[in-house]
């Protein structure tokens, strides 16, 4: 994890997107604090380079509609994420609290990031059932047991999930699901295969993952294995994957 261990700031990120061709970004999340929201808005609001911010906020507390809505009038903040794999309780989406944090995030018109493990992915379909006016964006593809060569039940239900329309799917976070070390397009194929198949283009954006990724894979190398993956697809398809989904998920102004 050495390589993680620094700061990755706006200039890194100018540097890897412009080697990989990537002209639009949104920033995540990492530390679940209000403060890094700010500060990834106030990065944001100074960069054409970055479109919208994924931010987190307290859903479970009494007060949740409260620190949503001032985290909402943050310049470019577009959606709110917390970190459900790492919640020791598996029923976590489940809870009456955070449902009632969810409910909330409509009234500011911000959308929610799902990141789970596949273990997680029954529940999860129980939770996005409760709420089918929320735009929900799935991160990583729930996770998949890449490293095993694992495709069920991860297969089955994330093709379930794909049936409500009101969830969009990220391919990101797959390599560091994989072998670091000798994983290739072979491994990925049959879970972006699967991915495509059941959000379709028009729900199925791609992700970075950056900077963990590096743990695995350069980013040009990863959106190169993504470009790969959908060469077949048209060209109107192919831009739904590459910017359109992304815009229309988290209403971007701009690409």
Not at 30 to 43: H, K, N, P, Q
Not at 84 to 89: A, S
Not at 132 to 153: G, M, S, T, W, Y
Not at 176 to 181: G, M, R, V
Request: proline share 5%; with cysteine.
């Amino acid at each position: 994890m050495e390589i993680l261990r620094r700061d990755f700031l706006i200039d890194d990120l100018r540097a890897v997107s412009t080697e990989s061709g990537v002209t639009g970004t949104i920033v995540v999340e990492t530390e679940r604090t209000i403060a890094e929201t700010e500060w990834l808005s106030e990065v944001a609001s100074s960069s054409d380079l970055i479109c919208g911010v994924v931010g987190w906020a307290p859903l479970t507390i009494p007060g949740a509609a409260s620190e949503l809505e001032r985290v909402a009038a943050l310049p470019k903040v577009k959606a709110i994420r917390h970190p459900i794999h790492d919640e020791p309780d598996d029923q976590f989406v489940l809870r009456d609290d955070f449902n009632r944090g969810i409910a909330a995030l409509r009234h500011f018109d911000l959308r929610y990031d799902i990141l789970i493990f596949e273990k997680h992915l029954p529940e999860t379909i129980q939770f996005v059932d409760r709420h089918p006016d929320q735009i929900f964006i799935l991160d990583h593809v729930a996770k998949p047991r890449i490293r095993e060569r694992r495709l069920a039940p991860w297969q089955h239900n994330i093709r379930e999930l794909a049936q409500r329309p009101n969830v969009y799917c990220k391919l990101s976070g797959m390599v560091t699901e994989a072998d670091w070390h000798t994983w290739s397009d072979e491994v990925l194929s049959p879970y972006i295969d699967t991915a495509l198949e059941a959000f379709t283009p028009k729900r199925l954006m791609f992700g970075s993952d950056w900077p963990v990724v590096t743990l695995a894979s350069s980013y040009r190398r990863w959106i190169g294995t993504v470009r790969s993956a959908i060469a077949q697809l048209s060209t109107d398809e192919r831009d739904w994957i590459l910017a359109k989904a992304a815009i229309e998920a988290y209403g971007l102004a701009t690409a």
